[in-house]
């Protein structure tokens, strides 16, 4: 993004690269070198910006440990919100430029987590290809949180998941689909014959489950905790192949998204259908004050032809 406009208000001559300098100081955690790889420069170059800008609100936008920017200042934090909605409306901009130029060429970042990435999207990447091939689609996996984060600072065009999504005012979010969890057992297992179970029968067992925050975790201790139970949690993973591998070998029940049992691959597990920890909502989310390119909306288009 080239940005060398300068704004000019009364005193103040503020350049927009002075700007996203702070902004992507801020949303790289304060680490310089960091910012200034994402903005194909040198570290010297964005402390010279930064020292401008200072040298012209006469006020210290960072607060500073030594050398090191550890946060930002009052001023910054008041400006830090305007920073913001500038590079949405620049974005916006380009975007729309983009779109005129150059439709089907381009790059759209898609924040999800393991779950989705591996077990869901597939299929939707599939098809978008088919339609956009020179588009260069990136997938970002992370956490629910960190996805919400990167959606609402810019740093991905579309985010996937299950939590965290709804909690972000600033994030428009369509329904995705609707899922639960499943039990799964290894083959033999005496309760491998059950065609539903309940929880105090879960409880009596060892549990494998995703970590706290992933793929519907709250759920699961929500619903052992309304029930007044404890469970025995012997192991905790980010991944249901994990988490399968562990069943597998007889160190437990394991507790998985439906989506992510595949027979196929577990010819030595049984799934148990249950809906105990309730039904569970996948959100894709954007910007609420921004605008994604055009093959951003009909990647959404088609996630949306997925489940009918």
Not at 64 to 89: A, D, T, Y
Not at 119 to 148: C, G, M, T
Request: net charge neutral.
């Amino acid at each position: 993004m080239a940005i060398n406009v300068v704004i000019n208000q009364r005193y103040l001559q503020i350049q927009l690269k002075q700007l996203e300098t702070v902004w992507q100081t801020v949303i790289n955690n304060y680490n310089l070198s960091q910012a200034a790889k994402v903005l194909h420069t040198s570290q010297s170059s964005l402390s010279k910006h930064i020292a401008a800008l200072e040298s012209q609100l006469r006020a210290e936008v960072f607060v500073r440990q030594g050398k090191r920017l550890v946060g930002l200042s009052p001023i910054g934090e008041l400006l830090l919100p305007h920073i913001e909605k500038i590079f949405v409306e620049v974005r916006s901009i380009e975007n729309l430029t983009l779109d005129f130029q150059n439709p089907h060429q381009g790059e759209l970042s898609i924040a999800t987590t393991h779950t989705q990435a591996r077990y869901v999207l597939p299929w939707v990447v599939q098809r978008f290809k088919q339609q956009f091939p020179n588009v260069h689609l990136i997938l970002h996996q992370a956490d629910p949180e960190s996805i919400a984060n990167m959606v609402a600072q810019g740093q991905a065009d579309i985010g996937i998941a299950t939590e965290s999504l709804l909690a972000h005012d600033n994030l428009h979010c369509i329904r995705y689909y609707d899922w639960y969890h499943h039990v799964i057992v290894p083959v033999g297992h005496e309760l491998e014959s059950r065609t539903e179970i309940d929880i105090q029968t879960l409880a009596k067992y060892p549990i494998i489950t995703y970590h706290g925050g992933f793929t519907g975790r709250g759920a699961i201790d929500r619903a052992f905790s309304a029930a007044q139970l404890t469970p025995n949690i012997v192991l905790t993973a980010l991944d249901a192949d994990v988490i399968s591998t562990y069943v597998g070998i007889g160190m437990g029940v394991g507790t998985i998204a439906e989506m992510a049992f595949e027979g196929q691959h577990y010819r030595n597990l049984v799934k148990i259908p249950t809906k105990i920890f309730g039904k569970h909502v996948t959100w894709i989310a954007t910007r609420v004050d921004g605008d994604i390119r055009n093959f951003g909306k009909a990647f959404i288009d088609i996630c949306q032809q997925q489940f009918g």
